[in-house]
Nanobody, 122 residues
Framework: QVQLVESGGGSVQAGGSLRLSCVAYGYTVDRYCMGWFRQAPGKEREEVARMNMYGATGYAESVKDRFTISRDTAKNILYLQMNSLKPEDTAMYYC????????????????WGQGTQVTVSS
């Protein structure tokens, strides 16, 4: 049974940084596509970063050059380093995992974590 557990969210001021972690159980982070999504109140869920089995990454334009997705294969953890945070980054952040090695569409992720809240104040 696959379980994804996020942590690392919190409240920060604009310009600050946070690192989100996603521990995977029953799943190997470097064998499939994994991603980070976020959803703000009243808005659609947005994919912010993805990484495939080969380590190739992709980012939403809104977070490019500020967020970095990475993984620790020894610990089986996916990370999202978030720098230069803005109030508009405020959202619930979710870790997602696909069952394929290459990333497909945002609707193709099979497994989801419960989310961790990020709040950025101005």
């Amino acid at each position: 049974q696959v379980q994804l557990v996020e942590s690392g969210g919190g409240s920060v001021q604009a310009g600050g940084s946070l690192r989100l972690s996603c521990v995977a159980y029953g799943y190997t982070v470097d064998r499939y596509c994994m991603g980070w999504f976020r959803q703000a109140p009243g808005k659609e869920r947005e994919e912010v970063a993805r990484m495939n089995m080969y380590g190739a990454t992709g980012y939403a334009e809104s977070v490019k050059d500020r967020f970095t997705i990475s993984r620790d294969t020894a610990k089986n953890i996916l990370y999202l380093q978030m720098n230069s945070l803005k109030p508009e980054d405020t959202a619930m952040y979710y870790c997602a995992a696909d069952a394929e090695p290459l990333c497909r569409g945002r609707d193709d992720y099979r497994y989801w974590g419960q989310g961790t809240q990020v709040t950025v104040s101005s």
